[in-house]
C-alpha cells in the first residue's frame, strides 16, 4: 500500500506570494492533518480534515488555509507569504474508523523555503 | 497551555546498548500516545503507540512505558544500532470532542549511534 504522498517536495517563492500544497493520504484514510515543522517551534499543529470538512485548526493565521476534496485529497494554501512561513510542511493520514485516537502516518513534507 | 517535552535534547549511545528516551505530557486527559522517528531529509515515522488503559508495551525492539501518575513517558530501544539514529519525538494525541485528530508533539531528542 503507497504512504502519504506530498508534491511538491521543495519549493521556492519569495514575499508576498501564495503557495498550494498537495497531499495524497493512504488509500482508506479519510483523516488528513497538516502541520508546519521549524527548527525553533517544532512540530505544531496546523489543521484536520475529515470528509471534506475542516473540524480542528491550530493557531495560525488566517493566511493559512486548506480544503480536502471528496477522494480525501488535502491541500493547503498559505496566501501572503512570510519569511517566517520557511518550514516543513507535514500531512498525515489516518483511518479514523473508531473515531478518537488513531494512528497518524505522515508523508516526507514540502521544504518551503520563503526568499 | 497543552505541552508536550523532552528532558533531554540529545542522547549518545554506543551500538549495541539499550537507549531510553524519555518524554513529559501535561494533558491529564490524554488517552493515546505515540513515538515518533524522524530521520534527517524525511517525514515522521510510526515506531510505537500506547493507550492510557495500558503502562507497557512492546515492539520489535522497542518498548513504550507510559506512567499517567507522574505523567511521564518513555521509549527504550534495545540494542541501539546505528540505523536508529534520528530525532524520536514522543506525540499526545489530543482527540478533541467529535473525534478530531491532533497531535502534540514534543521537542524532540536526537539520538546518535557511536559504532
Known amino acids: 500500500k503507497a504512504g502519504v504522498t506530498q508534491t511538491p517536495r521543495y519549493l521556492i517563492k519569495t514575499r508576498g506570494q501564495q503557495v498550494t500544497l498537495s497531499c495524497s493520504p493512504i488509500s482508506g484514510h479519510r483523516s488528513v492533518s497538516w502541520y508546519q515543522q521549524t527548527p525553533g517551534q517544532g512540530l505544531q499543529f496546523l489543521f484536520e480534515y475529515f470528509s471534506e470538512t475542516q473540524r480542528n485548526k491550530g493557531n495560525f493565521p488566517g493566511r493559512f488555509s486548506g480544503r480536502q476534496f471528496s477522494n480525501s485529497r488535502s491541500e493547503m494554501n498559505v496566501s501572503t507569504l512570510e519569511l517566517g512561513d520557511s518550514a516543513l510542511y507535514l500531512c498525515a493520514s489516518s483511518r479514523l474508523t473508531s473515531g478518537k485516537g488513531e494512528t497518524q502516518y505522515f508523508g516526507p513534507g514540502t521544504r518551503l523555503l520563503v526568499l | 497551555g497543552e505541552s508536550v517535552g523532552l528532558h533531554l535534547p540529545t542522547l549518545s549511545v554506543q551500538e549495541g546498548d539499550n537507549s531510553i528516551i524519555n518524554c513529559a505530557y501535561s494533558n491529564s486527559a490524554s488517552d493515546y500516545f505515540i513515538w515518533y522517528k524522524q530521520e534527517s531529509g524525511k517525514g515522521p515515522q510510526f515506531i510505537i503507540d500506547i493507550r492510557s488503559n495500558m503502562d507497557k508495551r512492546q515492539g520489535q525492539r522497542v518498548t513504550v512505558l507510559l506512567n499517567k501518575t507522574v505523567k511521564h513517558l518513555s521509549l527504550q530501544i534495545a540494542a541501539t544500532q546505528p540505523g536508529d539514529s534520528a530525532v524520536y519525538f514522543c506525540?499526545?494525541?489530543?482527540?478533541?470532542?467529535?473525534?478530531?485528530?491532533?497531535?502534540?508533539f514534543g521537542k524532540g531528542t536526537k539520538l546518535t549511534v557511536n559504532p
Open positions: 506525540a499526545e494525541n489530543s482527540s478533541t470532542q467529535g473525534g478530531s485528530e491532533k497531535l502534540v
